[in-house]
């Protein structure tokens, strides 16, 4: 009889790349998966959605969720689909936000799939999306809430349990015991002073570090976002112009709302009217209220973030604003201008230079955003191309994730290093310039592990303390 086999980690996604975030656990013959992302940006990752899962869903004992971005949850609804039925562990704030992502993740592939159907530029004559809405609201109810630094058990004989990331709402750092191996994710790591979310929870001690890197080769600049975000808006206000400002609806909507409340009420910005056109972003900053102590916002915060916008619901008010004159602010999703309601008003405002459109975070490479960043000027928009004329700001001071720096200074005050360590969740170069950082700054080995690769946990931690 074969020996039962040691504990191993594969790395299926995240791996040169920022998303696809999934990582499986095997011990004993037991599956945990960490994390179910999508696959985003470059067409050829987008591609991996549609992929056999690398083992069968049904063999999957449980997952657990770091947080409810798409990149690390919206996958979950097609393992479901294909015959996950174990539970989902999650933070409770996580459980709520994927309650709003999940079923709209469905909805835009459902979208997406009838618009190729109709335009007939798919491969297949009757296109299926990857999943719709109500795949996606069945897979909720596998979802099982878990307070922060409560110890939770998993199948195995393994454990689990949450820390703060600080990156959104909700957001955790994983550690699995497995095997009396202690493996740790970060998740995706937030900054160290950040306007809503509170620093990301120490290292803890670790065998296994698997470390995300999405600024791996960057330094955040040294800018205060409010003072960086009046000076644009006094500039277009001035000229009349709109500032069409495309945010990510959840933490980055609210971040913008947060300062632009502070702006108006101290008087440093004219009271033009903000617009907030994004059903899920007023449903995210309604979470806010009612997860109170797991940010940076007391109650009052949350009422000036509500009183400062009009919110946005329906299709017509929001094609009526495209016919508004400025001087006003639009705060619309996505953030990436991957799809959305924001489109539309980047086509409206786009071709005139009184007018600006203000990239509010990190822009993936092969989105309209990451074009606009580069330079680009001109968008395949609808099927036409759209010519950009207007003022293009990329914001510098808003990001969600820690940069370099920030992510080293994080590592170093851990007592203990782990013994193996794992760079992932970052483009080619950030990885690997994060790796060296940390080899010739902190004295550690790292590896940027490749798509696929599956080590043994026994091994992984033995041969790095040689
Ligand atoms: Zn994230």
Redesign the pocket.
């Known amino acids: 009889m074969l020996p039962s086999p040691g504990p191993t980690l594969q790395f299926l996604g995240a791996t040169g790349t920022v998303t696809g975030s999934r990582y499986l656990v095997e011990s004993g013959g037991t599956r945990v998966l960490v994390d179910c992302g999508l696959f985003q940006g470059y067409k050829v990752l987008r591609e991996r959605n549609w992929r056999p899962f690398p083992v069968p869903a049904d063999s999957i004992d449980a997952v657990v969720l770091t ?1 409810a ?1 798409l ?2 949850s919206g996958y979950l609804p097609r393992l479901v689909r294909e015959g996950f039925r174990g539970p989902v562990y999650c933070t409770r704030a996580s459980r709520d936000l994927c309650g709003l992502l999940l079923p709209d993740s469905g909805r835009l592939l459902e979208e997406e799939a009838r618009f190729a159907a109709l335009k007939g530029y798919s491969r297949h004559a009757r296109p299926e999306p990857l999943y719709d809405e109500e795949a996606a609201r069945a897979a909720l109810r596998q979802l099982r809430p878990i307070e922060f630094g409560r110890q939770f058990e998993l199948p195995g004989g393994m454990s689990a349990s949450f820390i703060v990331a600080g ?2 709402l909700g ?1 955790a750092q994983v550690t699995l015991t497995v095997a009396g191996r202690r493996l740790h994710f970060t ?2 790591l937030g900054r160290p002073a950040d306007a809503l979310l509170p620093p990301p929870a120490p290292l803890p001690p670790c065998d296994v570090l698997v470390c995300e890197s999405t600024y791996g080769d960057r330094s955040h600049p040294h800018v205060d976002g409010e003072t960086e975000i009046a000076t644009v808006i006094r500039r277009v206000a001035a000229r009349g112009g709109v500032a069409v400002v495309p945010a990510f609806a959840v933490g980055r909507a609210q971040e913008l709302l947060l300062h632009l409340a502070r702006l108006q009420q101290g008087g440093t910005i004219p009271r033009v009217p903000v617009y907030l056109n994004s059903p899920m972003a007023s449903k995210a900053t309604s979470l806010y209220r009612s997860h109170i102590g797991e940010h940076r916002l007391s109650a009052q915060d949350c009422d000036a973030l509500f009183g400062i916008a009009t919110i946005i619901e329906d299709v017509e008010a929001s094609k009526a604003l495209n016919r508004r004159r400025g001087p006003m602010v639009i705060i619309s999703a996505s953030g990436m201008l991957t799809g959305g309601r924001v489109l539309h008003h980047v086509e409206a405002f786009g071709p005139d230079p009184r007018n600006a459109i203000l990239l509010s975070g990190y822009q993936a490479g092969g989105t309209r955003g990451a074009a606009l960043r580069d330079g680009q000027r001109t968008l395949r928009m609808f099927g036409r191309n759209v010519d950009i004329r207007a003022e293009v700001v990329q914001l510098q001071s808003f990001s ?2 820690a940069d370099a720096d920030e992510i080293l200074a994080w590592l170093a005050r851990s007592a203990t290093p782990p013994s193996s360590i794992y760079v992932t969740h970052g483009e080619p170069t950030a990885a690997d310039t994060l790796r060296a950082r940390m080899r010739r700054e902190l004295g550690w080995n790292a590896r940027v592990p490749d798509q696929m690769e599956r080590v043994d946990l026994g091994v992984a931690a033995d041969a790095a303390r040689d």
């Open positions: 947080h971005h990149d690390h990156h959104i957001a998740g995706d969600a994730h």
